[in-house]
Structure formats: structure tokens, C-alpha cells
Nanobody
Framework: EVQLVESGGGLVQTGGSLRLSCAAS????????IGWFRQAPGRQRAGLLC????????QTVNDEEGRFTIFGDNAKNTVHLQMERLKPEDTAVYYC????????????????????WGKGTPATVSS
């Protein structure tokens, strides 16, 4: 059974940082890419960053002008989203998702391309 469990969200002041974690089970990082997405209040879910952690190959959809970075810990089957200099507009529920790699290692780093989703972790940035 595939499980993706996000953690690390919470309340932070403007300018602060958060490190979100996505603990994956039932998927191999050799066969799946992991992506981070977010859904702000009243908005559609949007992609941020995806990673093929075994090769450290990253797809960037939106890294918020370099404030967000993604990295993996293969030994722990975990992918992190590091968020810096947070702004109130970063307030959202943050989701991680897994995409099975196609032949040649391809995948699409967006909602349609993901095969499994976590339940999300909320992050609130106060002004």
C-alpha cells in the first residue's frame, strides 16, 4: 500500500522558515518521482517542485523566486520542501504526491501526472 504522509506545517511569522517532510512508503524512489503542491484558500491546487530523488533531478514549476527548495533523503524515503522568507500569501495546505516514472524516467510534474497523494499539511504565515 502506498502512503505519503506530510508533516512540518504549522504557524510561522512572515519572514520565517518551514521545512516540510513527505514520508513515503510503498514506493521506491527508483520508480517514482515526488512532488510538492499547495492549495491556498479559495484557489486551485498548484505545483511547486518535483524531484527524482535517486538522481537528484528536479523539475521546477514554481520555486517562489528561489525561496523554495526540494531535496530528498533516500535512506529515509523522505522528500523535503524547504521554504524560506515566508509570506502571508504562502499560506496554504501543502501536499506531496508521487508519480510513477515512465519508460526513460519521464513524468509530468503536475496534478495530472501524479498517481498518489498525501492528505496535506497546513501552513499559515501570519503578517
Amino acid at each position: 500500500e502506498v502512503q505519503l504522509v506530510e508533516s512540518g506545517g504549522g504557524l510561522v511569522q512572515t519572514g520565517g522558515s518551514l521545512r516540510l517532510s513527505c514520508a513515503a512508503s510503498g514506493v521506491s524512489f527508483g520508480d517514482y518521482a515526488i512532488g510538492w503542491f499547495r492549495q491556498a484558500p479559495g484557489r486551485q491546487r498548484a505545483g511547486l517542485l518535483c524531484i527524482r530523488s535517486m538522481n537528484n533531478i528536479i523539475q521546477t514549476v514554481n520555486d517562489e523566486e528561489g525561496r523554495f527548495t526540494i531535496f530528498g533523503d533516500n535512506a529515509k524515503n523522505t522528500v523535503h520542501l524547504q521554504m524560506e522568507r515566508l509570506k502571508p500569501e504562502d499560506t496554504a495546505v501543502y501536499y506531496c504526491a508521487a508519480a510513477r516514472l515512465h519508460h526513460g524516467g519521464g513524468y509530468i510534474c503536475d496534478d495530472i501526472g501524479m498517481d498518489y497523494w498525501g492528505k496535506g499539511t497546513p501552513a499559515t504565515v501570519s503578517s
